[in-house]
């Protein structure tokens, strides 16, 4: 090998070496920069886990349902979805044309909406609902309340401006009875008197349910009350083969009136007994929520329409063969005497429940 090819051959690989250190030197950059990228992508990805994290953390612990549906499918459902069960509203509210509406099921009454997601995720839609049952539950116990004291202001008026013409009545009767009458005669003005005098105990009767109650109130335990009066009825229960259920779940002391409480009582349970008639069962359950004792009354009779359900409490409003309509009546008026509230639940051929709210506190 001539020296000009030896000194050409050592140019080449120093030039080698040169481009080697260059190659290995950018290596080392470029590793490190990707060493920085990765822990940067890291970071970033544990920021969107978080964030996502933070995301469901708030979705789930909303007081509504939040769904994603497409056409075919739910994507998502948070807790309160999963609680309510969206497989039940989506069937009846993919499908519809409208946006916005309420639901009534078994569970509950709800409101719901529904909304087009747009910016990549057409054709997905979002629909929120929330539990308004309680809300309507509210809205019908004053809308209660209003209509029976309007009922009542009514009976009162109309009873005090019956009275007064009977008092005539009584007077004259009572004077023609002291007259010179013939027997048949006698007979016919005692007939009227009579008559008057009971229209007179009736109206009597009616004013005595408009007033408000005046309360003996005394520390009791609910469980007692209940007690006593399932051993006063236990007879006639018996005597129908009706088997009852008590679980008293709440042992401690309310302030209310034992004698309008027996009465109240008194009226569910018979109510109960002749709802379900012969072989039935009655279900008692005395429990504590929040500031009230709650007594619940339910039957395993044919239950009550809608329409019925919700005229119950009115006065003179009766699905019996006999009676006047007041029992209801009044025992509403004893609870609202004590600041407490009562709701219904039933459904024709799947009995009714009464639910009874007393205060555990005097007020």
């Given amino acids: 090998m001539s020296a000009s090819q030896t000194k050409l051959l050592e140019n080449a690989f120093q030039e080698f070496s040169k481009a080697s250190g260059s190659i290995i030197s950018y290596y080392n950059v470029l590793e490190s920069q990707i060493k920085q990228l990765r822990k940067e992508i890291e970071e970033k990805n544990g920021e969107l886990s978080r964030a996502k994290e933070y995301l469901y953390t708030i979705l789930n612990s909303l007081p509504v349902g939040v769904v994603v549906v497409d056409k075919e499918s739910i994507l998502f459902s948070n807790t309160r979805a999963e609680q309510l069960g969206p497989e039940g509203f989506i069937g009846n509210l993919n499908n519809g044309t409208h946006c916005v ?17 747009t910016n990549g995720f057409e054709g997905k839609e979002v629909i929120v609902f929330e539990d308004i049952t309680e809300i309507e539950k509210m809205k019908e116990r004053l809308e209660r309340d209003e209509r029976l004291r309007a009922m009542g202001e009514m009976a009162a008026r109309i009873s005090h401006e019956i009275k007064n013409p009977l008092g005539s009545m009584e007077l004259f009767l009572s004077m023609l009875q002291n007259g010179r009458l013939k027997k048949r005669e006698k007979q016919y003005v005692d007939h009227v008197l009579f008559g008057v005098k009971t229209i007179d ?131 509403y008026n004893i609870i609202q005497a004590h600041h407490g509230y009562i709701e219904v639940e039933s459904a024709e051929g799947a009995g009714s429940s009464f639910f009874v709210y007393i205060p555990k506190d005097r007020t």
């Avoid at 309420?102 to 409101?111: A, D, F, I, Q, T």
């Avoid at 609910?222 to 009066?229: A, L, Q, T």
């Fill in 201 to 331: 105990r009736i109206i009597n009767n009616i004013l005595s349910y408009t007033r408000p109650k005046t309360l003996a109130l005394k520390p009791e335990k609910p469980s007692r009350v209940v007690e006593d009066i399932l051993d006063f009825m236990n007879i006639s229960m018996k005597s129908r083969e009706i088997e009852v259920h008590l679980f008293n779940l709440y042992d401690g002391l309310c302030y209310f009136d034992p004698d309008l409480m027996k009465l109240v009582m008194m009226n569910f349970i018979s109510n109960a007994m002749e709802a379900i008639n012969k072989g039935g069962v009655i279900t008692i359950e005395i429990k504590e929520k929040e500031q009230y004792a709650l007594i619940i009354v339910r039957d395993s009779g044919a239950g009550m329409s809608e329409e019925v359900r919700k005229n119950i409490f009115n006065p003179f409003f009766t699905t019996k063969d006999k009676g006047v309509g007041l029992g209801l009546f009044i025992v």
């Fill in 101 to 117: 509406g309420e639901l009534k099921n078994s569970k509950g009454h709800y409101r719901w909406r529904k909304e087009e997601l």
